[in-house]
């Protein structure tokens, strides 16, 4: 049952293997852009490969095409004009599952070994697939690179490296033989075969359309189910190049690409018609929370792995690096313009102040400083262009307009338009910061998605950490921060983090940020609380998408 | 973080580890009631142990209790009158979540080490336990000591492994060192903590009131969950039994009974407040399909493992050994009186009749002969009552009934009434056997529990096996029997229970029957048809009970 993509690549697995059990640092791919990580010309390349998609259709040669999809649109202005099939999800799903059986009969190792090739054709196209990312996503070049390019890739590599794993456990045969006393023994010949739960279904969201893609996406084709990509109507390109590479390695193995199709239904009713499909056993969503329990409500045929809203909190209690936690907080608040489902909504500040090693700090300081940090961090243009990048959806541009109108609260900064020379259309936004007490929550205990940040005053240290676990347990979190000197205050917040299930990041005054999770040592959301049901990545994220079928007989001559 | 418990118990842990690797045989526990298994006084205690319960208030110390429970029947005709306590659900529930930090705090090993003393206790319980389950159940006294004690033990023990092999695979802590080129590395530490989901329920059934229920009883709780155990309210003296064993344990842990614990609830509303009880997160039920689909829509709170009703199928094309299939089928159908979930129901035969080692048999052949197979096994009285054991509910009695009647089709084999002369007030039947085609599908395509089989007559084993895929697929099933000499049938068999994900035992004609499950080998359920959405055990069974919560935190000296 071996096969040579999988002899090939099983280094790179053994590795991805470690990596998931010791959940050190590791990376399978190289997240600097550099000539001397991706060859002299593949940054020239993949600009040029990008370019060659705009204003032309996009070919994907899939079964029930009826028309051509149009109306994405870029942050930056730029005027994309690409066509992308649209096919009929009834005709995809029947392709999916023709596409299936021969999937299943490869194998756990023949199938890891097509997705670790896929993993691989991906990397080589990490130029052309972050400027589709930057593009249509709004992030800045180099988040667009990282996050778009290597970083999903190796997301995508742990879940291989899960499913890997739990497939592998299962033997595919066993001789079972059970003694019967002075009887012969009980002689039975078992075969155990993986079998895919049937199409997946995976919903690309807006802003990370590959990072958020790749886990689910790897995981349900690993485990031997075909894949159908659901991109975000407006932020498609980086799905189809991910289609169109995983099709091409499909048919380079005599595979039928139909395992993996892209689909942009004619309709609304089209779309839930394949959400509901009684063949569509998992799907994949980020998104809102509205969305999302609508497929949870209603495509009762599938698992569903959501990653809805949430409402992530830092409680700052007191530090040692006044201007280490204030810089950290300000890159935190002013990456992709907020636009991350880790960004940290609510910073809770006891009333009375903080201790730091500046000296006591009252909360209207607190405020200051930090208005202050992110304005200076974003001083420099070419810096906070980089880092902003440009407002992904008229949804967030209109809030953080609600926000700078002091409807929210207390504005103590206001985000400001800043004109992108590059991109002379860029729509882009720096952080808006308001105040407000815990008392007036109607704000910010609900996902403000964008360049949104509260600092609220909570009456002391205490009343800041429940104020924390309820906005978690109840809204959903997928990052907590502390800042604390004060070990009691660390063991509670730890303790709440248990109760409430939110990763906790403690202290961070360096150079790395709370809103970031790594690949095989981060788990990006526990699933235990309301802003997501799993995790990237852990076994429950993948051991469901399988299903063991076995059977048994008599050995051949043995009695029994 | 090592445990007493689980050092001294570790040898038995890595023996089950090897067995659900290799899934070839292997036992922890006896199957055999013997004195030398079991001790000389372990029968004769055992007896009077379950004796000296009857007439009783069953005491167990729990919080919340209004009243006593009576209502338990004996299929057996044995006047029981047992009382149990009537608990609050919500006092249950909240007790539960008070016991919860101690054990998650116990870490997977303390935790582990645990259940596998509660198991080892349960073990030497395993005569009392047998005495419960054959009086409550209506199995017969060697089913109910295997199935009731070993064998639902040795389930219990799977879970508790697979369990294990998940939570071992989280490291406690990780160092994260990513190098920054020409500048120092970001050094994290890291930990992480497996936290269980919440208050787990588990429904118990009224015919396999351990097997059913250990499996989901020591998965919860290896996983960090309390469990509140519901039996069905007329089978309760095995839960109770096992409630009261594993608080014993617990309690000389220093750790709160209350873990555990023992539902009656005083009321109809009061039990679906349970279910919904927004702390309960996981739900483990055997039983109708009706109550099985209310909790699925009902407790979305909850992850749902349910064990539901099904239609399991034998396919009988031809064979080499008619004599060997025929007793192997007329003890399967015999054994508890079908009152298994596993229990064959529809056995297609074409209507040309099937070629065997004893020449040619028409349709009509094989419906006599599998009837005086099934007269000449039940032949002996004290081998009809072993085998047999007794009706355990009204509703399988009236169904027997109606199929007697004629009420299902042409009976070919008539149930009879049984007197078993050490339990007069038995009610015991033997199976009924009705032939009908194909087409007439409206009794054999629903579940008809109890020993109610079809003999159905098929076009050929063509329409056979599509017939059976339907089956399977439409009304879930838990196994799947075919008898065939032709490898190309056998080949599409094997396709089919793998479109139809269920499991296939191949020629049976000798001392293993399609209606038979092993621990540690053969998987019971697949989880992929609509029969059951779970399957004992695998690695979907544990991985989603349980969570990890991360924190990470600068290494205090190192650069970051």
């Not at 599952?97 to 090739?117: D, F, H, I, S």
């Not at 697939?129 to 590599?157: C, D, K, N, Y």
Request: charged share 15%; glycine share 8%.
């Amino acid at each position: 049952m071996s096969h040579p993509l999988f002899d090939q690549h099983r280094p790179l697995l053994d590795q991805a293997l470690q990596a998931i059990a010791t959940r050190g640092y590791w990376a399978a791919f190289s997240e600097n852009p550099s000539p001397k990580a991706y060859g002299e010309d593949a940054a020239e390349a993949g600009r040029a490969a990008f370019q060659a998609h705009l204003g032309k259709p996009f070919e994907i040669e899939q079964p029930g095409q009826s028309g051509w999809h149009v109306g994405e649109k870029s942050p930056y202005g730029l005027a994309l004009d690409i066509q992308y099939p649209v096919c009929d999800p009834q005709a995809l799903v029947q392709a999916a599952q023709q596409a299936m059986p021969a999937w299943q009969a490869l194998g756990a190792e023949g199938r890891t070994g097509v997705c670790l090739e896929m993993l691989q054709r991906l990397n080589q196209h990490s130029f052309e697939i972050a400027h589709a990312v930057m593009m249509t996503s709004g992030q800045g070049w180099m988040m667009a690179f990282q996050a778009g390019g290597p970083h999903a890739q190796e997301r995508g590599l742990e879940a291989v490296a899960y499913a890997w794993r739990e497939m592998s456990f299962i033997p595919a045969s066993s001789h079972w033989e059970k003694p019967q006393g002075k009887h012969p023994a009980l002689v039975m010949e078992k075969h155990f075969e993986v079998v895919g739960r049937g199409v997946a279904v995976v919903i690309g969201c807006a802003t990370f359309p590959t990072w958020n893609t790749y886990p689910g996406l790897f995981a349900a084709l690993a485990t031997g189910n075909p894949v159908i990509l659901k991109p975000h109507s407006q932020v498609v390109l980086p799905a189809a190049l991910t289609v169109r590479i995983l099709r091409g390695v499909l048919a380079e193995q005599g595979l039928d690409p139909n395992l993996v199709t892209l689909c942009l239904p004619p309709s609304h009713a089209a779309a839930q018609s394949l959400y509901t499909h009684p063949d569509v056993h998992s799907i994949d969503y980020t998104g809102s929370n509205t969305f999302g329990h609508w497929l949870q409500n209603n495509c009762r045929q599938a698992q569903v792995y959501a990653e809805l809203a949430g409402v992530n909190s830092i409680v700052i209690d007191s530090t040692d690096d006044y201007k280490g936690m204030l810089r950290n907080l300000a890159f935190t608040l002013s990456l992709y313009s907020g636009q991350m489902c880790t960004t940290s909504q609510a910073l809770v500040v006891p009333a009375q102040g903080i201790d730091t090693n500046d000296g006591h700090k009252t909360y209207e300081q607190v405020c200051g400083d930090l208005a202050q940090a992110v304005d200076q961090f974003l001083a420099k243009p070419e810096v906070a262009h980089a880092v902003l990048g440009a407002i992904q959806s008229d949804d967030t541009l209109s809030r953080t307009e609600r926000a700078a109108a002091g409807e929210m609260g207390r504005v103590i900064l206001a985000p400001r338009t800043l004109h992108n020379p590059d991109f002379p259309q860029a729509r882009v936004r720096t952080p808006a910061l308001i105040a407000c007490d815990a008392e007036h929550a109607e704000h910010f205990s609900q996902e403000q998605f964008g360049p949104i940040s509260f600092v609220v005053r909570a009456s002391d240290t205490p009343a800041a950490l429940t104020l924390v676990e309820g906005l978690t347990r109840r809204h959903g979190a997928l990052t907590l921060g502390l800042y604390s000197t004060r070990q009691a205050t660390v063991d509670a917040a730890i303790h709440l983090s248990w109760r409430a299930k939110v990763a906790l990041s403690i202290n961070l005054t360096g150079g790395v940020f709370v809103n970031q999770s790594a690949a095989y040592s981060d788990f990006h959301g526990t699933g235990g609380n309301p802003a997501a049901n799993a995790s990237y990545a852990d076994s429950a994220f993948v051991a469901n998408r399988f299903r063991v079928v076995q059977r048994r007989q008599h050995v051949a001559g043995a009695q029994s």
